[in-house]
């Protein structure tokens, strides 16, 4: 019969220990006052240094043993168990390492000797406390003891509680380590040395045969235990189900995590004390330590990123798709540690330098004190985030490479540095190098990557002149080159939401051997998935709490000109007059001004914050001087509004002056101040952003935020996400005036889970494109061919560019200007013919306005047409081989020429007067409020690649009268109004002095006849 004991349990895990390496010890080897295993202690330094050791004993001829055990046990309780295991201590003559860790290449034989020598033990029921008593010494008896202890030289590294899954969980486990493992004596309170913190043991397991859970701190009640499970075949929390009658859930820690040569690699490359500053609700700060230790898939996706680089070697690219909650600093920190580290089989470092692109401004600090505590050396990583002196950026870039530093740290706006530090110096970029991308942002993955690649490939193979210096055509032939994978390079990306454009540039297909297709899609390195984040509390559950409200108005155009415009312009433009009336604004501001009050002010002992969320800097300023009317209007004194947005705003009848987001009139408290710093104090509570801190903005008491912008995609998941950070005692709220619930639903949904592509891009797009532009007629192809020249000769003037592109700019102005004056004039023949009767010249005339329209819109194709070839052949040449010399000429110059045609530069562009304009009806309405079940999105969310760009036909612009769209977009959005719903200037008067409470007070004192012929005071 089957055993279901937890004493089965334990014994499967020790033998599978003991196959793979370890050795099986017995609580009677271990010492409860050292908390050692002095046997391995010993044994390992006697074996690994025996010249060592024999002068140790010279100096210390009484009992040597004893002496090394003080010493060790000294240095454990001053320098903590991770200090002296990864740098081991010093004693007078000798200097004791007590821990060799494998090394990065096999070319010392000695060290590898020394790695051999280690002894890993496992212990079961190891009683651990010198404080042990039998009941009757003055209290009851105290004898704790652990299932399993694992020790590495006889240091102990960690200890288990096992809970067999018929009878209890890894809950049990969890309570027995808070409440029966106590890291002081109940009675003496003196420390227990296995267990107390840096001193002791390094982690504590909880696990069961489904789960397991790890913490590195044990501190009775208040004992946080994180989960270290590898996470459902769905991407949900905990583990798939065991893969035979004769294994465990649980077995990879045993068989994978405690492996001899994981265990140590964990020790000497993974764990490292963390000092963090963290402030509670009364602005009290402490400073606390944290050992960290890598959860499942930090561990796991570091050791696979390594083992493939080492086999693959450089110029892979690799897309790790890690959920906010993720702990991706540390795992990036991890990864380029020990990517600088790798070694190929022959002894040569595999990379010169690894290069960390990121926004996350701790992450060049976080990277400089972890790696200081693996090696105890300055200088390994380098940041470059601004000029220093008289150095640039490119200058600091150029050093470090040149001095081969290991770690670079750039942000995204010195990324483009590197290339001009590579461009001044060739020679550099003949090495190897590690690029890590935080956030797989678009500047990693366009023309600045190509650039940076263009650099390489010419630097290493193209032919020079005799003068010494890269031809035009050398580099010409250098930037087609580069859009292939370069063997120089290898990407590292990681981001919680990729795009579809991310996944077919650094994921890879699971049958590496054929090409991507429609069965072999590329997909994800590794993933840590939204769902097992919030299923493991890592993050929150934005979507829990979602309201969304309707908007209902009417628009009246009494006295202004009716005349024919283009129904889609005048659609938007109308649309966004109403958004930025002062009534729709003022309507919204009290919604949220109240529903912040009454929800989310209170919470988090009063340091709440929200976010509203606009579409334009106008929107954003008139939303904060509406803000500020209406909490001065009310005497609010808890609402405290800031505004963030990027340039300036002009002034129009709302704003009185042009404004930045420094401007006192805004922003009177910044007191120079940045905005992120400002806003987390307690003298700003609500930010009213236009595409700003709407990414990579981490504010954890974030608890509201209120939408009036539309959001799509990865924009409405980035967006949205700003609430998904813990805080102790956090809920959240988004109330949003813009977007239906479903769609937000289904643009979350393709990273609930795994993010996949629906099919893969078709490469014949490109010359799809190309072939209608060189049909367009607007360049010849004499003037690409010399604009890339003269971009690619580093000699030649810049006025040889605008030189060849202006020929193309003018045919296209000409013939703009050629289609409008002929739709004006066939517009006045229609006119003519409509007044006078004329059927066969109506007819003649609409036919030729009909022409002229789909002429003038073949020319709006063919800027559009532009921008689309550049974009699609820079994204599809990094992942097909296009080897086209054409395409090349052609993508420059069209990157050139296209806003070379922006018809604002080129014509006196016909606006829609809305100056006649009035809002009659308004409404705004709460539609529902409920909780978006992301669990329930199943579904087809794969994300669509490049597939129809430049598909589109041209088409006339549809011409209507203002006032019959107008009639339209009343019948569309003015359905719910009624009577009730009517705006009067009376009206809106009226509202105003019953919000001035002097002037409501003489209206009172005065009688009906009085007020109505004025004859109070003050109005």
Known sequence: MADSRETQFQQDIINAMESGGWTVGTASGYDRASALYTEDLLGYIQDAWPERWEKFCKANPQAPDKVLVQKVVRELERAGTLEVLRHGFKVPGVKFDLCSFQPDHGMNPDSLARYRANRLRVVPEVSYSPHAREKGQGSGSYDPRLDLVLFVNGIPTATLELKSQFKQTVENAKRQYRKDRPVKDPVTRKPEPLLTFKRGALVHFAVSQAEVAMTTRLAGKDTRFLPF???????????????????????????????????LKIIGRFLHLEQKTEEDFHGRRQTKASLIFPRYHQWEVVNRLIEATRAEGPGRRYLVQHSAGSGKSNSIAWTAHQLANLYAEDGTKLFNSVIVVTDRTVLDSQLQETIYQFEHAHGVVCPITRDMGSQSKSEQLAEALANHTRIIVVTLQTFPALFDALDKRPKLAQGHYAVIADEAHSSQTGSSASKLKALLAAAGEAVEDDAGEISAEAMLDAAVA??????????????????????????????????????????????????????????????????????????????????????????RTLARWVRLHPYNIAQRVEVIVEH????????????????????????????????????????????????????????????????????????????????DKAFDTEEYNVMIAANKFQTG????????????????????????????????????????FFNDAQEVLEAFAPYYRKAELADVSDPQVVFDLQRSLDASGIYQWPEVAGFARAFFDSKAPAASLSYHCRPAQERFRQR?????????????ARDQAERSGDDKGLKRAEQELKDAGTTRDELDLFRKNLASFVRTYEFLSQIVTFDDTELEQLCVFARHLHPLLRLDRLLDDDAIDVSELELTHYRLTKREEKRLRLEDSDGDYGLKPVSEVGSGKPHDPEKQRLDEIIERLNDLYGAEVSDDDKLHFANGIADRIERDASVMAQVRSHSEDQVMHGEVVQL
């Open 229 to 263: 499970n590898r996470g459902t075949e769905e991407g949900g929390a905990g583990n798939p189900p065991p893969a035979d009658a004769q294994s465990y859930a649980t077995a990879y820690l045993w068989n994978d995590v405690f492996a001899p040569q994981a265990w």
């Open 482 to 571: 580069s859009r292939r994978p370069s063997e120089r390079i290898s990407y590292y990306a990681f981001t919680a939401t990729p795009k579809a454009r991310t996944l077919e540039l650094f994921g890879r297909p699971p049958d590496p051997d054929r090409p991507p297709s429609t069965d072999n899609k590329p997909e994800p390195f590794h993933l840590y998935s939204m769902r097992q984040a919030i299923e493991e509390g890592f993050i929150l559950d934005v979507l829990r709490n979602y309201v969304t409200y309707s908007t209902a108005w009417k628009l009246a155009h009494p006295d202004g000109e009716d005349h024919e415009v283009d129904s889609k312009k005048a659609s």
């Open 596 to 675: 912040f009050r009454d929800n989310v002010r209170h919470l988090l002992d009063g340091q709440a914050k929200a976010m509203v969320v606009t579409a334009s800097r106008q929107e954003a300023v008139r939303y904060q001087l509406a803000m500020g009317r209406y909490i001065q209007d009310q005497g609010y004194e808890d609402v405290h509004p800031m505004v963030a947005f990027s340039g300036s705003v002009p002034p129009d009848e709302e704003i009185p002056e042009g404004v930045t987001e420094t401007s006192p009139l805004l922003n009177p408290g910044l007191k120079g101040r940045a905005l």
């Open 697 to 736: 903005f981490d504010q954890p008491k974030l608890c509201a935020m209120y939408v009036d912008k539309k959001l799509q995609g990865v924009d409405c998941v980035q967006t949205l996400s700003r609430l998904n950070r813990l805080f102790p005692g956090k809920q959240t709220f988004i109330l949003d």
């Open 816 to 828: 703009y200007q050629a289609i409008l004056d002929q739709q004006h004039t066939w517009r006045e």
